[in-house]
Each structure stands twice: as C-alpha cells, then as structure tokens.
C-alpha cells in the first residue's frame, strides 16, 4: 500500500510562478519528511527536509509546510525558473523502520521560459 | 570523491538471462540500498543493509538477490530476468546514524 500519495503526477508553470507540490500520509509515527529532486539521467538528491516540530522551513525560494494534524505537507517552490524543471518526490520515515525512506509516486515539474 | 558509483548505466537483457548490477560507495557510509523507479511508482525499495555481512528485504524483493561482503560494496544480482523487471535501478548510501541519502546516477535495465 501506499503510505505516501503525493499530487499531482506532473505540473507545468510559467517562469516566476509558485510551484505547489502536496503529500499525505497515513503513518503517525513519521518523524521526518524529506524532499528530493532529480534532474534526468541524474538520481534524486537531497532538497530540503523538514521535522514535524515545526510547521514551515525556508530555503532560498523553496518552503514546505508542514501540517501535522492533516498529515499533509507540501513543496513551495517561489519565483520558479527553467532550471527548477526536474522530478521532486516526497518521502516520510521513522525511527522504528531502520529509518527507511517511503517515497511518494513524484511530481514531474516542467517550468516554461 | 566519487559518492555512490553504479554500472552498468545501461543494460539489455533477454527474459531469464542473469546479470548482477554493481554499487560501490567510498563515503564509509554503513547503509546501503536499492531502490527501483517506475513510471507513477516512485523509489521503491528492493533490499538494503546496514552493515557488511547484513542484509534486508525491502518492499520489492522478489527476483532480486544482495549480498554485502564489504562495506564499500552492495551488488544487486538478477538471476532469471523478467520483463517486468524492466525499470531504472538506483543504489543509495547513509551513515546509520543520519537519515540522508546519496544516490548513485542510475543504472536502465531493459528485459526482452
């Protein structure tokens, strides 16, 4: 079963627009929710990560926030550039799964010049 | 330094060829994995260990073999290859203690 759904599949935006990504999660026991980011022939590498300690983390133009008692949390990416054009999947994990990751399905990210 | 090291990049097999895919890492990373990526699947996990001579099923095990003979090295063997294990296949490595993982650039494999 799929323990994270993230949405939508794929997404296009206008260079400078808001890039929204959205995850949901059913296990309350995820203790940290990581996003990653691929660019193609290339493997996923670390974006940004946040703890469900606090509701929103900022990094440079992307932020995800955090809703603890939704089990939802969600990829902002600000002032988006061609180069954001890349797969970015949510994943979530806990201390009691030898910390593996669960990734979301991805989200394919097409910024237009 | 090179980070997580995969090969082949690309593969061609026929239906119940063998082949093994190989995954070296020189972080010192204890953890290693691999991970399959489908088309609206995401990264499932296959098989992981957290130390040489330690290894785990992950999600999607079957027709995969793993073994960890050093800690450097995490090869991924198929044994009677199946079109349904056409896929991209990712090796990933982690210190025990963090929870970052570093990926390798992929290896495509396609079963005829």
């Known amino acids: 079963q799929q323990q994270v759904k993230q949405s939508p599949q794929s997404l296009i935006v206008q260079k400078g627009g808001i890039s929204i990504i959205n995850c949901a999660y059913e296990?309350?026991?995820?203790?940290?929710f990581p996003w990653y980011q691929q660019f193609p022939g290339k493997g996923p590498a670390l974006l940004i990560a946040?703890?469900?300690?606090?509701s929103e983390k900022k990094e440079g133009r992307f932020t995800i926030s955090f809703n603890k008692s939704a089990k939802q949390f969600s990829l902002h990416i600000m002032d988006s550039q061609p180069g954001d054009s890349a797969t970015y999947f949510c994943?979530?994990?806990?201390?009691?799964?030898?910390?593996?990751?669960?990734f979301g399905s991805g989200t394919q990210l097409t910024v237009l010049p | 330094n090179a980070g997580v090291t995969q090969t082949p990049k690309f593969q061609v097999l026929k239906t119940g060829q063998s082949m093994t895919l190989q995954c070296a890492q020189d972080?010192?990373?204890?953890?290693m994995s691999w991970y399959r990526q489908d088309p609206g699947m995401g990264l499932r996990l296959i098989h992981y260990?957290?130390?040489?001579?330690?290894?785990d099923q992950g999600e999607v095990p079957n027709g995969y073999n793993v073994s960890r003979s050093t800690t450097e090295d995490f090869p991924l063997r198929l044994l009677l290859a199946a079109p349904s294990q056409t896929s991209v296949y990712f090796c990933?490595?982690?210190?025990?203690?963090?929870?970052?993982?570093?990926f390798g650039a992929g290896s495509r494999l396609t079963v005829l």
């Open positions: 260990s957290v130390g040489a001579g330690i290894t």
């Open positions: 296990n309350t026991a995820f203790d940290y």
């Open positions: 994943a979530a994990t806990d201390s009691g799964s030898a910390r593996q990751l669960t």
């Open positions: 972080m010192n990373h204890e953890y």
């Open positions: 946040i703890r469900p300690d606090v």
């Open positions: 990933a490595s982690r210190s025990i203690d963090r929870e970052v993982l570093t």
